[in-house]
């Protein structure tokens, strides 16, 4: 059964953007991973990335040439015009096409998108598990029913992210930090309640942050040392200083195993820069 994942992050940077500048070359890790958990479960996975593209008739094209059987898109909320239409075509080329959406919008605003014709699938939540158990239900000549609620993985226990369904490196977020330069998602999830992001985060992660193991997120750094010899480093999680002593136990772990490679995170004001992070 042939998957096609699609990135509609063309509302800031429009088509043949990808690979231009910093926001034209981020890696979606939420696609990354669950192409990572279908890819082990034995599904061929592909990925359309609308900024490599001119315009909406090549988007049409690779859909005609590619027939997947099941397409999934990605959806902020920024990008929900690109994404619906993206549906849109698809169904008016093949009605055939099992369509399932997935990630933050679908999650924060499930009614904005069940009632769609062209849409087969939600995925509320988290989605490793979930898209995975559809794919079998789907192959298996079953019907899933349409709203389906992530189950949350345990995140020690997943694939490390399918980072290659992007054809290029990512660019770095200042100019201190050299190419190449990679991104990693150590957690989910925010203890804190801030109207800039609540309650998304808690809509699509639960209630209870999760951050990953430091020895997994030090066998998955090792491996993109080996991989790519990446110069610098970005750490997406919302708020990483939340945990200090996951950050202190991060750092001892990093200098030990020889990586010196600077980072960056995002933290919060009030929680000042700790001493032990400085390379
Ligand atoms: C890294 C990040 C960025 C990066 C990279 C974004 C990118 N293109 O991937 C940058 C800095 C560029 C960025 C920019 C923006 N971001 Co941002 N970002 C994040 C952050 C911190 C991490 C994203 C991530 O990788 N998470 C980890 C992965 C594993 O989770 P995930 O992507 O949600 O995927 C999981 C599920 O959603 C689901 N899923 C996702 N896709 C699909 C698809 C299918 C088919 C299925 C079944 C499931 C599924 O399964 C995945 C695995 O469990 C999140 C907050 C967060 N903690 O997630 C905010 C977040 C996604 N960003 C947000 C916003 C608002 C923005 C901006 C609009 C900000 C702005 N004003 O400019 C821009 C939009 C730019 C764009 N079009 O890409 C909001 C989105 C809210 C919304 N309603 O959509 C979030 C949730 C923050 C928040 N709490 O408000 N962002
Ligand atoms: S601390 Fe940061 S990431 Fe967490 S809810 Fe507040 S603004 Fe969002």
């Excluded at 690109?82 to 924060?108: L, Q, R």
């Excluded at 158990?133 to 694939?159: F, Q, T």
């Excluded at 708020?239 to 202190?248: A, N, P, R, S």
């Amino acid at each position: 059964m042939k998957v096609t994942l699609v990135y509609p992050g063309i509302t800031i940077c429009g088509f043949n953007s990808y690979g231009r500048d910093m926001d034209s070359s981020w890696i979606s890790h939420g696609l990354c991973s669950i192409s990572a958990s279908a890819k082990k479960a034995g599904f061929d996975v592909k990925l359309i990335d609308l900024r490599t593209l001119k315009n909406w008739e090549e988007f049409e094209n690779r859909i005609k040439s590619e027939k997947p059987d099941i397409v999934g898109i990605t959806m902020m909320s920024v990008d929900y015009n690109p994404a619906m239409k993206c549906f849109e075509i698809i169904k008016k080329i093949n009605p055939g096409i099992v369509t399932v959406v997935g990630g933050p919008h679908p999650s924060i605003c499930p009614n904005e998108v069940k009632d769609s014709k062209n849409i087969d699938h939600v995925i509320t939540g988290e989605g490793e598990i979930s898209f995975v158990e559809l794919l079998n239900k789907i192959s298996g000549g079953l019907k899933p029913e349409k709203i389906i609620v992530g189950k949350p993985p345990d995140i020690n226990a997943l694939p490390f992210v399918d980072r290659e369904l992007f054809s290029d490196m990512e660019y770095p977020i200042a100019t201190f930090l050299n190419r190449p330069f990679v991104t990693l998602i150590a957690g989910r999830g925010c203890r804190y309640n801030c109207n800039f992001c609540q309650p998304a985060e808690r809509l699509i992660f639960g209630r209870k942050v999760r951050r990953r193991s430091v020895d997994n997120v030090i066998a998955e750094l090792k491996i993109l040392r080996d991989k790519y010899n990446f110069k610098s480093l970005l750490i997406h999680d919302d708020c990483l200083t939340e945990d200090k002593e996951w950050v202190f136990d991060f750092c001892d772990e990093y200098k030990k195993n020889k990586l010196d490679q600077p980072f960056v995170c995002q933290s919060r004001a009030e929680q000042t820069l700790y001493a032990k992070m400085r390379i």
